[in-house]
């Protein structure tokens, strides 16, 4: 089974300070994503990567960046979090091939206090 | 890019059919639907995808009509388990990696004893 872990579950941090969330995959895939999710407003795609070093902006980059060192490692970096960016993160995975299902780790639930 | 229309909440019986349909009147010959659920505090799940023809795998079943306008995800014998929120997804077209998978607001499945 594909397994995607999160560095955390539940994140506290105050307004101005740099936040790294963590993802890692453990299937080899090339495809790495980040969500966030908001009542209301579903799933937004805010970066994504397909391969090591590439990344692309989605829909809501800003405010936000990402690194990826290490094909199975992809970092979603808040330089300055402001609480607006208090949130659920998701990240997700894909494969290449004909099938495209993507799956999703646990998520981090992060409050900017 | 196509876009979906879910009912936004339904009720099922422990132990029925759960049909959940979806609209996706827009949705090119290429495109793919794709179902996912996400359960409370947990990452979206992938659960089924298919193009034209009727699915089947172990969690469902997906009924896509002749014109491709609409589908239906059936969960043969919901359990309590099955409460959760279910997606609808057309699939972008494939663009030099990039699988983006656009979330709506989707369905919230209620699974009563």
């Known amino acids: 089974d594909v397994k995607v872990t999160q560095s955390s579950r539940y994140l506290v941090k105050r307004t101005g300070e740099k936040v790294f969330l963590e993802c890692v995959q453990d299937?080899?895939?090339?495809?790495m994503f980040w969500y966030r999710q908001d009542p209301g407003l579903g799933l937004r795609l805010i970066y994504f990567s397909y391969d090591v070093k590439m990344k692309e902006k989605g829909d809501i980059p800003e405010g936000y960046s990402v690194s990826r060192e290490k094909k199975e490692r992809f970092s979603l970096i808040l330089e300055s979090a402001s609480t607006n960016q208090t949130s659920m993160y998701l990240c997700?995975?894909?494969?290449?091939?004909?099938?495209?299902?993507?799956?999703f780790g646990p998520g981090t639930r992060l409050t900017v206090t | 890019d196509a876009k979906t229309t879910q009912p936004p909440s339904m009720d099922c019986a422990e132990g029925r059919a759960a049909n959940l349909p979806c609209n996706h009147s827009t949705i090119s010959g290429n495109e793919y639907v794709y179902w996912y659920r996400q359960i409370h505090s947990q990452g979206p799940q992938y659960i089924i995808h298919g193009l034209k023809n009727n699915e089947t795998n172990e969690m469902a079943s997906l009924i896509i009509t002749e014109d491709r306008k609409s589908s239906t995800l059936i969960l043969p014998h919901a359990t309590l388990r099955d409460t959760a929120v279910y997606y609808c997804?057309?699939?972008?077209?494939?663009?030099?990696?990039?699988?983006?998978?656009?979330f709506g607001a989707g369905t919230r499945l209620a699974v009563h004893p």
């Open positions: 997700a995975t894909l494969g290449s091939g004909s099938s495209y299902e993507q799956y």
């Open positions: 299937m080899d895939h090339e495809n």
């Open positions: 997804i057309v699939r972008e077209g494939f663009s030099g990696g990039y699988n983006k998978l656009i």
